[in-house]
């Protein structure tokens, strides 16, 4: 009867310890370091994040990163890598809580994201407009 009731306080206690060990760290640690990872790695790691906010930092990166593969076009991608990770290094400073860091970066990644779209389709039609030679 003893080691039930043990049993029981100890699934009770570190039954949510045990429940954070099954996601990745990256999913637990905003400090994490992803920058070496390519955009179908960070997909993954969102894919197997039960926090909303983490998991859609994860696919916004993911996403960033995909974007900005191979597209060197005057800079353009290198400025906008330069800006995100300002913005990454700078934002435990801005904002300590993590909950507001999440949402913060969760709008700059939107921000730069469209940002990118944007510079990415002017890119294009400025392009498709020049005459063939």
Aim: glycine share 6%; aromatic share 12%; with cysteine.
């Amino acid at each position: 009867m003893k080691i039930k009731w043990a049993l029981l306080i100890v699934l009770v206690l570190g039954g949510g310890q045990l429940w954070r060990l099954t996601e990745p760290l990256a999913c637990r640690d905003l400090d994490y370091d992803y920058s070496a990872l390519s955009a179908t790695e960070l997909g993954l790691i969102a894919s197997s994040c039960r926090r909303e906010a983490m998991a859609r930092l994860y696919y916004q990166r993911a996403y960033f990163t995909e974007l900005l593969e191979g597209r060197e076009v005057a800079g353009l991608a290198d400025g906008h890598r330069l800006y995100m990770g300002m913005v990454e290094a700078f934002s435990p400073h801005w904002f300590p809580a993590q909950a507001a860091r999440l949402d913060f970066l969760n709008q700059q990644y939107e921000q730069a994201t469209e940002r990118a779209e944007m510079q990415l389709r002017q890119q294009r039609q400025f392009a498709e407009a020049q005459p063939r030679l």
